[in-house]
């Protein structure tokens, strides 16, 4: 950890809940999204009475006919009476972005306590109306052309094996790993174990990516209670079971060029490298201090970039180092242990949340020894918009 490391934002989150990320047919939208919220409260032993802003993000509502009004809906069905509430959209960065407005609103001294609630309901839609919305996500001329976000996938993962000699097995093993992440969370998709052979096997979905290269359609939500951190603050813990409540050190986005066809490098993403040397410097630290990493997986090779883009690894050597194992759950940099996107689920309003609700497990050191990263004191999570578009990183240290 860097001595130089501040506070610098003066918010903790001292409460966190999610629902199983799944298919949930049985459930409404706003029922998820207040059982993530009901235990995020019960963790940080607050009733919801003392709740001054609530933050709700969704990303899908209005392409999935959902009802309008999502905030307010929520707030009724938690009895939240007098509090704020507003509803945030960032497509897949949805659920960072929303963890960041209520940041803001206690830094600014604008709340004591805020409530911040991701869902989506994927399986609202029929598969065709999903994968429609979703293909929306990038450039209305790319659109046009029938450019999806698994083509971006495609083509980025071409280019890196080839600009780095990388073998295929490099993004098969992000798969493995990640997958083995999420054998024991309890609230992942996909709690099966994979190898390399299974990933390298699997369907082609858009070559050389195959169908454990991808992230699934997901429901579920995740929550976090924020309050101010005081100047005496040892005391303050998460909950009842929880250790320390840990502090945000430091938040920050960034917008890169919209249309992936007009960056100068397909493997160049400007909004993850900008905002993460702008979290970087607001928290005070740099990436050798990080002790475990949420990296935003839609895809095998995005983990890759991304933690190249962060400065994590230079460029071309993130698949060495996965292969290596430093990215392991024991390895030097353990990243995407609760399974990331690619295991644990991607309903794309609350995945910036579940990287939060992850890392602030981990950094409480409340998980079975089978998925815990020992002795973990700063952690960082990227969720990051279409391909690109924005990107939201968060610091967070014990």
Known sequence: MSSSATDSTGVRVSGVGMTPFESDAERSLTDLAATAAERALADAAIDPSAVDALHFGNALAEALDESAGLANALAAALGLDGASADRIENTSATGASAFHRGVDRIKKGDADVALVVGAEKMS???????????????HRREYAQGVTLPSFGGLAAGAYLDRHDAPREALA????????NAVDNPVAQFRKSID???????????APLRL?????????????????????????????????APRVAGTASA?????????????????????????FDSAGIGPDDVDVACIHDAFTVLELIELEE??????????EATLEGDTALDGDLP??????????G????????SQIVELVWQLRGDLPESRRVDGAETAFAINVAGFGNNSVCTVLRT
């Not at 699934?216 to 929880?242: F, N, Q, W, Y």
């Not at 962060?310 to 698949?319: D, I, K, N, R, S």
């Not at 991607?346 to 949340?353: E, I, R, S």
């Open 124 to 138: 609202a839609g029929d598969t065709r109306d999903v994968t429609e919305a979703i293909s929306r996500l990038v």
């Open 173 to 180: 093993a992000v798969a493995a790993k990640n997958h083995g």
């Open 196 to 206: 390399v052979d299974d990933a390298l096997d699997s369907p082609v979905v858009a």
């Open 212 to 244: 454990y290269d991808c992230c699934p359609m997901s429901d579920g939500a995740a929550a976090v209670v924020l309050t101010r951190t005081d100047e005496d603050d040892s005391a303050a813990d998460g909950g009842a079971e929880a250790g320390p």
């Open 255 to 279: 917008t890169g060029t919209h249309a992936v066809a007009e960056r100068p490098d397909p493997l160049s993403i400007e909004s993850v490298r900008t905002a993460g040397e702008r979290v």
């Open 310 to 319: 962060l400065g994590f690894y230079e460029p071309g050597t993130a698949w």
């Open 335 to 344: 990243v995407n242990p609760g399974g990331g996107l690619k295991a644990r």
């Open 346 to 353: 991607h309903p794309l309003g609350a995945t910036g949340l």
